[in-house]
């Protein structure tokens, strides 16, 4: 049973736009929330995090935002460039739990020169 | 600075054979964790370590899987016998206690099963 759902196997941006990725938890003890961007043949690398007394987070082109009450986080790129094509997985970690982490399955952009 | 290293990058075996992965932490790291990605769970914890103590490992899946931190610089997965259903990447990450939701990855190992 997956707590952390990220139900968009992939996404197609033009370069330029914006990239919307999106991702929805079941477990309410999460309350700290990060995403990892992931490109072919390497390991994820953390991108961003937020902890639940926050609502957003930004830095840089990348935003992401939290809404508890919906148990739904996204991750904004803005603008989206091609070098932003990767896998791109939502996680989750429980308050005092910061050792164990629970991932997403992925959401793979791809951004179009 | 040297990353987090993990060998073999690949590994293809027949089914019931044991398969040994290893993974070397980023100096001065006292977590490491390993996870295993495949398409349909995505990347999942499956054990981890502070201080080369294993802490939680009710990640692994059943008891063909075992995990062993010998020493601070050296770590092992092993699955005996290995299935087809072990085929995914697996991972190994390493963090300083108490930050492992931003731990340092591994290239990872692509495991295939025959």
């Known amino acids: 049973d997956q707590q952390v759902k990220q139900n968009s196997p992939s996404l197609s941006v033009q370069e330029g736009r914006i990239s919307i990725l999106n991702c929805d938890y079941t477990?309410?003890?999460?309350?700290?929330f990060l995403w990892y961007k992931k490109y072919p043949a390497e390991g994820p690398t953390f991108l961003i995090s937020?902890?639940?007394?926050?609502d957003k987070n930004e830095d840089g082109r990348f935003t992401v935002f939290l809404n508890k009450s919906a148990k739904h986080l996204s991750l904004h790129i803005v603008p989206s460039q091609p070098g932003d094509s990767a896998v791109y997985f939502c996680a989750a970690s429980e308050m005092g739990g910061y050792q164990k982490v629970t991932f997403g399955i992925g959401t793979k952009l791809q951004v179009i020169p | 600075d040297a990353g987090v290293i993990q060998s073999p990058r690949h590994e293809v075996t027949e089914m019931g054979q044991e398969v040994t992965l290893r993974c070397k932490p980023i100096s001065g790291h006292n977590s490491l964790f390993w996870y295993r990605q495949t398409m349909m769970r995505g990347l999942e914890l499956l054990i981890y370590?502070?201080?080369?103590?294993?802490?939680?490992d009710s990640g692994m899946p059943e008891d063909r899987f075992s995990a062993k931190m010998p020493n601070a610089s050296f770590s092992t997965l092993k699955i005996q016998p290995s299935e087809p259903r072990d085929s995914a990447v697996y991972f190994c990450a390493s963090s300083l206690i108490g930050a492992g939701q931003r731990a340092f990855f591994g290239q990872g190992t692509r495991l295939t099963v025959v």
């Open positions: 477990n309410s003890m999460f309350d700290y």
């Open positions: 370590f502070n201080n080369n103590v294993p802490i939680d």
């Open positions: 937020i902890s639940s007394i926050k």
